[in-house]
Protein backbone atom coordinates (compact mmCIF):
# COMPACT_ATOMS: atom_id res chain seq x y z
CA UNK A 1 0.00 0.00 0.00
CA UNK A 2 1.39 3.90 -0.88
CA UNK A 3 -0.41 6.31 1.54
CA UNK A 4 -0.60 9.75 0.14
CA UNK A 5 -1.21 12.93 2.20
CA UNK A 6 -2.12 16.30 1.00
CA UNK A 7 -2.13 19.75 2.59
CA UNK A 8 -1.97 23.35 1.58
CA UNK A 9 -5.69 23.95 0.76
CA UNK A 10 -7.32 26.67 2.14
CA UNK A 11 -9.71 29.81 1.43
CA UNK A 12 -7.87 32.56 -0.67
CA UNK A 13 -9.17 35.48 -2.33
CA UNK A 14 -9.36 35.65 -6.42
CA UNK A 15 -6.11 36.87 -7.63
CA UNK A 16 -4.22 35.10 -4.69
CA UNK A 17 -1.89 31.62 -4.52
CA UNK A 18 -1.99 28.90 -3.05
CA UNK A 19 0.49 25.49 -3.11
CA UNK A 20 -0.49 21.82 -2.24
CA UNK A 21 2.02 19.20 -1.49
CA UNK A 22 1.03 16.15 -1.78
CA UNK A 23 4.04 13.03 0.40
CA UNK A 24 3.23 9.24 -0.78
CA UNK A 25 4.96 6.94 1.72
CA UNK A 26 4.97 3.20 2.13
CA UNK A 27 6.95 -0.11 1.27
CA UNK A 28 9.04 -0.20 -1.60
CA UNK A 29 7.54 1.01 -4.42
CA UNK A 30 8.44 3.28 -7.85
CA UNK A 31 6.38 6.09 -9.01
CA UNK A 32 5.59 6.44 -12.51
CA UNK A 33 3.89 9.48 -12.12
CA UNK A 34 1.95 12.62 -9.55
CA UNK A 35 -1.34 14.09 -10.37
CA UNK A 36 -4.05 16.44 -9.06
CA UNK A 37 -7.56 16.33 -9.90
CA UNK A 38 -10.40 18.10 -8.70
CA UNK A 39 -13.73 17.49 -7.81
CA UNK A 40 -16.96 19.82 -7.08
CA UNK A 41 -20.00 18.40 -5.35
CA UNK A 42 -22.20 17.00 -8.17
CA UNK A 43 -19.62 17.01 -10.43
CA UNK A 44 -17.48 14.23 -12.02
CA UNK A 45 -13.57 14.80 -11.08
CA UNK A 46 -11.25 16.51 -13.43
CA UNK A 47 -7.49 16.25 -14.68
CA UNK A 48 -5.97 19.75 -13.18
CA UNK A 49 -1.94 18.42 -13.94
CA UNK A 50 0.45 15.50 -14.31
CA UNK A 51 4.11 15.25 -13.73
CA UNK A 52 6.32 12.31 -14.90
CA UNK A 53 9.03 10.99 -11.88
CA UNK A 54 11.72 9.77 -14.15
CA UNK A 55 11.72 12.83 -16.86
CA UNK A 56 9.73 15.58 -14.90
CA UNK A 57 7.45 16.08 -18.37
CA UNK A 58 4.05 18.36 -17.09
CA UNK A 59 0.80 18.55 -18.47
CA UNK A 60 -1.60 20.55 -18.00
CA UNK A 61 -5.31 21.13 -18.39
CA UNK A 62 -5.97 23.93 -20.28
CA UNK A 63 -8.26 25.79 -18.05
CA UNK A 64 -5.12 26.04 -15.74
CA UNK A 65 -2.07 26.11 -18.25
CA UNK A 66 -0.14 29.32 -17.52
CA UNK A 67 -1.50 29.19 -13.76
CA UNK A 68 -0.71 26.61 -12.12
CA UNK A 69 2.57 24.54 -11.73
CA UNK A 70 3.59 20.82 -10.56
CA UNK A 71 6.70 19.83 -9.49
CA UNK A 72 8.58 17.24 -7.90
CA UNK A 73 11.08 16.43 -4.93
CA UNK A 74 12.09 12.91 -5.99
CA UNK A 75 14.23 12.45 -2.56
CA UNK A 76 10.54 13.49 -0.24
CA UNK A 77 8.63 11.34 -2.76
CA UNK A 78 6.71 14.60 -2.55
CA UNK A 79 4.54 16.13 -5.67
CA UNK A 80 3.25 19.92 -5.83
CA UNK A 81 1.39 22.62 -7.13
CA UNK A 82 1.89 26.02 -7.27
CA UNK A 83 -1.56 27.41 -7.70
CA UNK A 84 -1.31 31.32 -8.97
CA UNK A 85 -4.37 33.76 -10.25
CA UNK A 86 -6.58 32.20 -8.38
CA UNK A 87 -10.56 31.94 -9.78
CA UNK A 88 -13.39 31.49 -8.12
CA UNK A 89 -13.75 28.57 -10.84
CA UNK A 90 -10.49 26.76 -9.37
CA UNK A 91 -13.11 26.12 -6.35
CA UNK A 92 -13.02 22.65 -5.58
CA UNK A 93 -11.46 19.66 -3.89
CA UNK A 94 -7.86 18.60 -5.47
CA UNK A 95 -6.96 15.12 -4.94
CA UNK A 96 -3.45 14.12 -5.15
CA UNK A 97 -3.22 10.27 -7.60
CA UNK A 98 0.28 8.11 -7.46
CA UNK A 99 0.74 5.98 -10.37
CA UNK A 100 3.31 3.34 -9.16
CA UNK A 101 5.04 -0.08 -9.27
CA UNK A 102 4.71 -2.41 -6.95
CA UNK A 103 5.93 -5.76 -6.84
CA UNK A 104 5.84 -5.75 -10.81
CA UNK A 105 2.34 -4.35 -11.01
CA UNK A 106 0.99 -0.94 -11.91
CA UNK A 107 -1.13 0.00 -8.97
CA UNK A 108 -3.15 4.03 -8.73
CA UNK A 109 -3.43 5.14 -5.21
CA UNK A 110 -5.58 8.58 -4.42
CA UNK A 111 -5.06 11.18 -1.38
CA UNK A 112 -8.35 11.92 0.45
CA UNK A 113 -8.04 15.17 -0.86
CA UNK A 114 -8.02 19.14 0.31
CA UNK A 115 -10.37 22.04 0.11
CA UNK A 116 -9.67 24.65 -2.09
CA UNK A 117 -11.62 27.62 -2.05
CA UNK A 118 -11.53 30.97 -4.17
CA UNK A 119 -13.27 33.82 -2.74
CA UNK A 120 -14.53 36.03 -5.65
Known amino acids: QVQLVESGGGLVQAGGSLRLSCAASGRSFSTVSMGWFRQDPGKEREFVALITWSGGSTTYSDSVKGRFTISRDGAKNTVYLEMNSLKAEDTAMYFC?????????????WGQGTQVTVSA
Open 97 to 109: RALVIMDGRVNVY
